[in-house]
């Protein structure tokens, strides 16, 4: 069966160029980066049968620390008319890569001459093409004021925003969920909605090879959830399968149109 996916997350690198104080999500940097055959397996078209990935997100560690995996991937997406509506990653803002710049402006012309048009009648989803995320709060050095120029200038059609706040006092983030070793666990973290055909929730892909629907903390965390689905042995779909959540009978049942898919936890 054919799949809509909300996004896929690859986990470039576990690298850093940074040690935050007090708070880290992920917890201690590892010297680990995303291989290209697991990158290969993830987004294989006719491994996986996916119809359409509503956003594709390089996330680490510090995802300017490996831009030639990103590279490889923005190669593929283009090479093989893969079917991505969006590409983005999150930055701590102190490293400027031409080559990020560069391969982002070439998926902008790819989303405008291959997605575009058929986006705009198969997808309420908005239109972004390639965006990037600078993490702006307590825990981070301050973003290099240079570096984000350099980006804004050389990046055409590049969405920029922020995250975070820096006014923010830092107990304010640690009670909204937050903490050294991630957020805390729900018992929906580590499952998968799914209505109809499409999956609602991210699939993320390890530095390490695995699969999870959960990413939002520590590598510990992560690694428990995923050391049982490799890549390797486990399709999309098979994944999904395997992780889906009791509640996606409730969106089945619901009658909702498609604008459930838009619905976050």
Known sequence: MERHYSDLVIEVTRRCNQVCKDFCMRGPQQNLDVSYDDIDLFLDIKR???????LLFFTGGEPTLNPDAIHYCIDKIIN????????GLFTNGLIYS??????????????QNVIL????QACAMPKKGSYITFSNDHYHLSMSQEVI???????????????????????NLLNSGYSKQGRKLSSNDNCIRMYGDSVLDSI???????????????????????????????????????NVSKSSKDYEDSGKKRLVFFKKR
């Open 117 to 120: 048009p058929i986006s705009s």
């Open 98 to 111: 031409d080559s990020i710049v560069n391969d982002f402006n070439r998926y902008n012309d790819y989303y």
């Open 48 to 54: 996986n049968y996916y119809k359409r990935v509503y």
């Open 149 to 171: 120029r350099l980006y804004q200038e050389n990046g055409y059609g590049i969405n920029f925003d922020y995250t975070g706040d820096r006014s923010i006092e830092k107990d």
């Open 204 to 242: 993320y892909l390890t530095a390490k090879g695995n699969l999870s629907c959960y990413s939002d903390g520590s590598y510990e965390l992560i690694d428990c959830f995923s050391e049982d689905y490799p890549v390797s042995q486990y399709t999309l779909e098979q994944f999904c399968l395997a």
């Open 80 to 87: 093989e008319q893969l079917p991505i509506y969006s590409v």
